[in-house]
Structure formats: C-alpha cells, structure tokens
C-alpha cells in the first residue's frame, strides 16, 4: 500500500538557523519559509534527490508543534510522510487492521495541497506517520 517516502519532517527551535544549515553547511536546495496556518506552522521545505525534509516551525498559539518543542527543545524528527495511491482505501484498511487514525478521519489538505491523513504515533512504533494521496 506505502509507496515513496515523501517526506521526513522535523520540528526546529530556530527555523532561519536550521535552513541556513542546510542550505550553507549540507548544500541542499532550501525553499523560502512557507506560513500553513490551517495547521499551525511555518515550514520550510527542503529538496533532496530522493524525497524532501520540512523543518517545522510554530505558528500561533495552539499550533500541534509547540508541544513537541516543549518537550524536545533541541528540536527533533517530528513525523514521516508516506505516499498512497488512494487515501480513503488505505485509511479503511489500517482501521480494519486497528491502526488509530487521528481527527474523525477525513483528508485534510496537507503542505503541498494534497489529502493527507495522520496515524497515530503508538500504532507505528513511535513514529507519528503521515499519508499523502500522490
Ligand atoms: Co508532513
């Protein structure tokens, strides 16, 4: 069902400092900051030859990263993106199979204006897993 991995994100305490490391310090190719306030951060997406990283930034008061950053104030991998053919197949079966989809379970439109869904992070050995309809 899982096909290319889409994208690793990663929530930032400082987003200018985290793209100038990858843009000066690893030579990727680094977007200008994105504001998604539908989902409560300040992205900053990063091209890579084989899939992309978004470093993830707060945005607002209730954004879903603040708590993450909280908790981990260097910063960490904040959940991984997998892409799927068909995004209400693949919710119904991982319900069937007992995986927690988070919110009621319909797609919202994710950063790159596509569905996308969250499982939850204990169904997935600890790593909260995006699916983006490609
Ligand atoms: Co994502």
Redo the contacts with the bound molecule.
Sequence with gaps: MIGRLN?V?IAVPDLQAAAARYRDTLGAVVRDPQDEPDHGVTVVFIELPNTKI?LLHPLGDDSPVRGFLDKNPSGGIH?L?YEVEDILAARDKLRADGARVLGDGTPRI??HGKP?LFLHPKDFDGCLV?LEQV
């Design positions: 994208h994100a978004e959940h993106c994710g950063a996308v995006e």
